[in-house]
């Protein structure tokens, strides 16, 4: 029997960094929210203290911290015509679970689009001419311009203690900053970290070849810090047991380090965690959210009543919920109708492993998520002239090095022992003297790139997975292709004794066994209408317009840059139009 | 304005938290890992079994040579208490079916079983194999036909049903490495070995007397979770 709660103003769902972003904002106003996770609670303190966080084996390789796949996972295919299989083990993306989410245990780089990213089609178009874009190509431009995202990612990034340096102050071009980015209205909150030792070699190699490198914009705070909540940081230390974990020092911007602890104590927020919500209710109309169901922890399935409905789960679950919901028409990659589901993307990733002789000291083991790393633009979105390249989009190209944890990150020449008493030689030989220099790459959407429901597969509650349908195309082969050239050329002048690139070459399938990148999108766009879309400019539904979608899941297309940024800024932006004009009227915030 | 108390615990953790770590890498710890631990009986592997990975350990990370090799780290106590744990029984994995063996290797690993069902089956087909082409159990080869079967089911060059070779190999690989370099708490890496082989100073994680000394080599060996130092 389902036990009905009362009724309350908003329910959200999923409370890891958009779900607190507007737990913070609801409650601010005064409404009565309760905040589902469908993961257990955690916070610093007792869940990512030192010394027991400092262990790879149970972080960083059997991922405690992660989502439980034997519970739920998705299924993946590569074609529309083939049979999806679950993705049974972790290896290409990394999901979230527990209060934070994905946020605990990301790396914290925090970036924002270019403002290019934000008008993609039409810039393109405008540059390249309308030819240039494939006709299965179905990337589109937000509704929403840099200009209006940009208090709200500076205020992010104030939430976060982000370290870094501006290179585009109000127009004004700064040096040690990145010169590609849209305007900042003021710097960054906290000056960036030193460089760590590969992040030098790269910074004076750049230099060399006339590329201005900067420091990574960093969400593991450089100093201690006290954001715009009254909330502190602390410095980070550099300790290797960052992405994968929990940060011990409150260093790492995390929903627990940045805002949850304002909300503690209010008496209009109820955070019910190991709550698994099954479906967004809705009235006959179909037009009006009602509230959820959901699994409590006691395996009850229970009706929360809501007059606003909040989805601020992971980009994937976000689209399975809708689509478990019934709400908006799944997208159909025959007919082309339809738009839940639609756009997924994901980026494409190069290495390049730089082996250096036996007096070059990496220290590879002295690093963060973020902090320390050097990189450069000048081959992302479309900062270089792709008139000639056949394709649309890049790469940012960075020197990391995020903890040398070995069980992980032991990097070896291609050409060395796989086992046995050679192996043995070449990790003392290189384990300090290596390090991987990335390009994290663009992807844009394509007709036959969705999300819908496996129609085999289920989860722990007998409900329908995800499933993916994706593989790479041309024009990102090409786009890898370009930025590990560039990336190539870089290591080279970094004088290692022997350098391996590792690119996705054109026709290699979308591999699921290797860790790539958690930065999937799509499947619940954001656009300017309800024939181009699931959300408004305000990430409110077009179809139920008590509805707020928010997350990666309303990217068009993929942008070269970690996501965070851009989702924080949607949400935010949200946020102040929820709290100025929708909760005196609520209603549709964009006529259609 | 009145700070909420969680701020002022948060604090007081902050300020607490760089001198436990202090403490934990200090010249005070001396826990030093006994020299000759007692001989560990396994709970999972039967006594073949048992014999199989020991052997195949002392191949894939050999005593020879310098650097420890795999059993004097522990790497075969480790696999044998993984195989007890949540993870040996496959609960970190969506192991429900339908199961399709013909997908792509590129969509990942599609068998219905855990860990500890890949071992069961696995060494009683090399030992059947390596009967049929070595005319013995894989521990009673000599090191160089141990190292030529292990080649030969890493790159399957061997029939195995119903586990395929390579998928076997891996997870003992993946398993070695493992207990090489996971923290002594897990019952490998005894004594920090690896961790000193390599250079990584393990749970030491503060780096802050090193973040303007990039490029000297850093100067302090491994500490462990329990704090032991080395």
């Given at each position: 029997?389902?036990?009905?709660?009362?009724?309350?103003?908003a329910?959200?769902?999923g409370?890891?960094?958009?779900g607190?972003?507007?737990?913070k904002t609801?409650?601010?106003?005064?409404?009565?929210?309760?905040?589902?996770?469908?993961?257990?609670?955690?916070?610093?303190?007792p869940?990512?203290e030192?010394p027991?966080?400092?262990?790879?084996?149970?972080y960083?390789?059997?991922?405690?911290?992660?989502?439980?796949?034997?519970?739920?996972?998705v299924?993946?295919?590569?074609?529309?015509?083939d049979?999806a299989?679950?993705?049974?083990k972790?290896g290409?993306f990394?999901?979230?679970?527990?209060v934070?989410?994905?946020?605990?245990?990301?790396?914290?780089?925090?970036?924002?689009?270019?403002p290019?990213?934000l008008?993609l089609?039409?810039?393109?178009?405008?540059?390249?001419?309308?030819?240039?874009?494939?006709?299965?190509?179905?990337?589109?431009d937000?509704?929403?311009?840099?200009?209006e995202?940009?208090p709200?990612?500076?205020?992010?990034e104030?939430?976060?203690g982000?370290?870094?340096?501006a290179?585009n102050?109000?127009?004004?071009?700064?040096?040690?900053?990145n010169?590609?980015?849209?305007?900042?209205?003021?710097?960054?909150?906290?000056?960036?970290?030193?460089?760590?030792?590969?992040?030098?070699?790269?910074e004076?190699?750049?230099a060399?070849?006339?590329?201005?490198?900067?420091?990574v914009?960093?969400?593991?705070?450089?100093?201690?810090?006290?954001?715009?909540?009254?909330?502190?940081?602390g410095?980070?230390?550099?300790?290797?047991?960052?992405?994968?974990?929990?940060c011990?020092?409150?260093s790492?911007?995390?929903?627990?380090?940045?805002?949850?602890?304002i909300?503690?104590?209010?008496?209009?927020?109820?955070?019910?965690?190991?709550?698994?919500?099954?479906?967004?209710?809705?009235?006959?109309?179909?037009k009006?959210?009602?509230?959820?169901?959901?699994?409590?922890?006691?395996?009850?399935e229970?009706?929360?009543?809501?007059?606003?409905?909040?989805?601020?789960?992971?980009?994937m679950h976000?689209?399975?919920?809708?689509?478990l919901s019934?709400?908006?028409?799944?997208f159909?990659?025959?007919?082309?109708?339809?738009?839940?589901?639609?756009?997924?993307?994901?980026?494409?990733?190069?290495?390049?492993?730089?082996?250096f002789s036996?007096?070059?000291?990496?220290?590879?083991?002295i690093?963060a998520?973020?902090?320390?790393q050097?990189?450069?633009?000048?081959?992302?979105?479309?900062?270089?002239?792709?008139?000639?390249?056949?394709?649309?989009?890049?790469?940012?190209i960075?020197?990391?090095?995020?903890?040398?944890?070995?069980?992980?990150?032991?990097?070896?020449?291609?050409?060395?022992?796989?086992?046995?008493?050679g192996?043995?030689?070449?990790?003392?030989?290189?384990?300090?003297h290596?390090?991987?220099?990335?390009?994290?790459?663009s992807?844009?959407?394509?007709?036959?790139?969705?999300?819908?429901?496996d129609?085999t597969y289920?989860?722990?509650?007998?409900?329908?997975?995800?499933?993916i349908?994706?593989d790479w195309?041309?024009?990102?082969?090409?786009?890898?292709?370009?930025s590990a050239?560039?990336?190539d050329?870089?290591?080279?002048?970094?004088?290692?004794?022997?350098?391996?690139?590792?690119?996705?070459?054109s026709?290699k399938h979308?591999?699921?066994?290797?860790?790539?990148?958690?930065?999937?999108?799509?499947?619940?766009?954001?656009?300017?209408?309800?024939?181009?879309?699931?959300?408004?400019?305000?990430?409110?539904?077009?179809?139920?317009?008590?509805?707020?979608?928010?997350?990666?899941?309303?990217?068009?297309?993929?942008?070269?840059?970690?996501?965070?940024?851009?989702?924080a800024?949607l949400?935010?932006?949200?946020?102040a139009k929820?709290?100025?004009?929708y909760?005196?009227?609520p209603?549709?915030l964009?006529?259609? | 304005?009145?700070?909420?108390?969680?701020?002022d615990?948060r604090?007081?953790?902050?300020?607490?938290?760089?001198?436990a770590?202090?403490?934990?890498?200090?010249?005070?710890?001396?826990?030093?890992?006994?020299?000759k631990?007692?001989?560990?009986?396994p709970?999972?592997?039967?006594?073949?079994?048992?014999?199989?990975?020991?052997?195949?350990?002392?191949?894939?990370?050999?005593?020879?040579?310098a650097?420890?090799?795999?059993i004097?780290?522990?790497?075969?106590?480790?696999?044998?208490?993984?195989?007890?744990?949540?993870?040996?029984?496959?609960a970190?994995?969506?192991?429900?079916?339908?199961?399709?063996?013909d997908?792509?290797?590129?969509?990942?690993?599609?068998l219905?079983?855990s860990?500890?069902?890949?071992?069961?089956?696995?060494i009683?087909?090399?030992?059947?194999?390596?009967?049929r082409t070595?005319g013995?159990?894989?521990?009673?080869?000599?090191?160089?036909d141990?190292?030529?079967?292990?080649?030969m089911?890493?790159?399957?060059?061997?029939?195995?049903s119903p586990?395929?070779?390579?998928?076997?190999?891996?997870?003992?690989?993946?398993?070695?490495?493992?207990?090489?370099?996971?923290d002594?708490?897990?019952?490998?890496?005894?004594?920090?070995?690896a961790?000193?082989?390599?250079?990584?100073?393990?749970?030491?994680a503060d780096?802050?007397?090193w973040l303007?000394?990039?490029?000297?080599?850093y100067?302090?060996g491994?500490?462990?979770?329990?704090?032991?130092?080395?």
């Amino acid at each position: 029997m389902t036990e009905r709660k009362r009724p309350v103003d908003a329910v959200i769902i999923g409370y890891g960094w958009t779900g607190a972003i507007m737990a913070k904002t609801l409650t601010d106003a005064g409404l009565s929210v309760v905040a589902l996770e469908r993961g257990p609670p955690r916070d610093t303190s007792p869940d990512f203290e030192y010394p027991r966080i400092a262990d790879e084996l149970k972080y960083g390789i059997r991922g405690d911290l992660w989502q439980p796949l034997a519970n739920e996972t998705v299924t993946i295919r590569h074609g529309i015509q083939d049979t999806a299989v679950p993705y049974r083990k972790y290896g290409s993306f990394i999901l979230g679970n527990g209060v934070g989410g994905a946020g605990v245990h990301w790396n914290g780089q925090l970036w924002r689009a270019s403002p290019e990213d934000l008008r993609l089609r039409t810039h393109i178009e405008q540059r390249y001419g309308k030819r240039f874009i494939p006709a299965d190509m179905t990337i589109q431009d937000y509704p929403v311009s840099f200009e209006e995202l940009e208090p709200h990612f500076d205020h992010f990034e104030k939430v976060c203690g982000v370290s870094g340096i501006a290179g585009n102050l109000r127009g004004q071009i700064k040096p040690g900053g990145n010169p590609f980015e849209g305007p900042r209205s003021d710097e960054f909150p906290t000056p960036p970290m030193p460089p760590i030792q590969v992040a030098r070699l790269f910074e004076r190699a750049a230099a060399e070849l006339g590329y201005k490198s900067f420091p990574v914009p960093s969400a593991n705070s450089s100093i201690a810090y006290t954001n715009p909540y009254g909330v502190r940081l602390g410095p980070c230390n550099l300790c290797g047991f960052c992405e994968r974990f929990g940060c011990f020092l409150y260093s790492k911007a995390s929903p627990q380090t940045t805002i949850l602890p304002i909300l503690t104590d209010r008496q209009n927020l109820e955070v019910r965690t190991n709550s698994y919500v099954t479906k967004i209710l809705m009235d006959r109309t179909r037009k009006v959210g009602t509230g959820v169901t959901y699994v409590d922890e006691n395996g009850v399935e229970v009706e929360q009543p809501a007059d606003m409905v909040i989805l601020s789960a992971f980009q994937m679950h976000n689209v399975r919920l809708l689509l478990l919901s019934g709400i908006g028409r799944p997208f159909d990659p025959v007919s082309g109708e339809g738009l839940v589901g639609k756009n997924y993307a994901y980026q494409m990733c190069s290495v390049t492993g730089a082996f250096f002789s036996e007096d070059v000291e990496i220290n590879p083991f002295i690093g963060a998520g973020a902090a320390g790393q050097r990189v450069i633009d000048e081959f992302n979105s479309d900062h270089f002239d792709h008139s000639h390249l056949g394709f649309i989009g890049g790469s940012l190209i960075y020197a990391g090095g995020t903890g040398g944890r070995p069980i992980e990150q032991m990097m070896l020449p291609p050409d060395s022992p796989h086992w046995g008493g050679g192996w043995k030689a070449a990790i003392r030989k290189h384990y300090r003297h290596s390090a991987p220099i990335g390009a994290l790459g663009s992807v844009m959407s394509y007709r036959d790139r969705y999300l819908s429901l496996d129609p085999t597969y289920k989860d722990a509650h007998g409900l329908p997975l995800l499933r993916i349908t994706f593989d790479w195309h041309d024009n990102e082969y090409r786009m890898a292709a370009h930025s590990a050239g560039k990336m190539d050329e870089i290591v080279r002048a970094m004088k290692p004794e022997k350098q391996v690139t590792l690119a996705i070459r054109s026709g290699k399938h979308y591999d699921t066994r290797v860790y790539q990148t958690t930065h999937t999108t799509g499947g619940a766009i954001i656009g300017s209408n309800p024939t181009n879309s699931v959300i408004n400019r305000y990430s409110q539904s077009w179809e139920v317009p008590n509805l707020f979608i928010y997350g990666a899941s309303s990217f068009p297309q993929n942008i070269g840059y970690n996501p965070t940024g851009l989702l924080a800024g949607l949400t935010y932006f949200s946020a102040a139009k929820i709290r100025d004009t929708y909760l005196k009227s609520p209603g549709p915030l964009v006529p259609t | 304005m009145a700070i909420p108390p969680l701020l002022d615990r948060r604090r007081l953790l902050l300020a607490l938290a760089p001198t436990a770590t202090v403490l934990l890498t200090g010249a005070g710890a001396c826990t030093r890992e006994a020299k000759k631990p007692a001989p560990y009986a396994p709970t999972f592997f039967s006594a073949t079994e048992w014999a199989f990975v020991n052997s195949a350990v002392a191949r894939l990370i050999p005593a020879e040579g310098a650097g420890p090799g795999g059993i004097e780290a522990g790497v075969p106590d480790f696999i044998d208490r993984q195989m007890e744990l949540p993870y040996g029984h496959g609960a970190y994995f969506y192991l429900k079916g339908p199961f399709i063996n013909d997908a792509p290797a590129t969509l990942g690993y599609q068998l219905r079983y855990s860990p500890r069902e890949i071992y069961r089956m696995g060494i009683l087909a090399a030992n059947v194999s390596a009967q049929r082409t070595h005319g013995g159990r894989f521990a009673d080869l000599t090191t160089a036909d141990q190292d030529r079967f292990l080649q030969m089911v890493e790159s399957n060059a061997v029939q195995f049903s119903p586990v395929p070779a390579p998928i076997f190999f891996a997870q003992l690989w993946a398993n070695t490495k493992e207990g090489y370099f996971a923290d002594p708490l897990y019952g490998g890496n005894r004594g920090m070995t690896a961790w000193k082989w390599i250079g990584f100073p393990g749970a030491r994680a503060d780096f802050t007397d090193w973040l303007d000394q990039a490029g000297r080599p850093y100067p302090y060996g491994p500490v462990a979770i329990n704090g032991a130092r080395s």
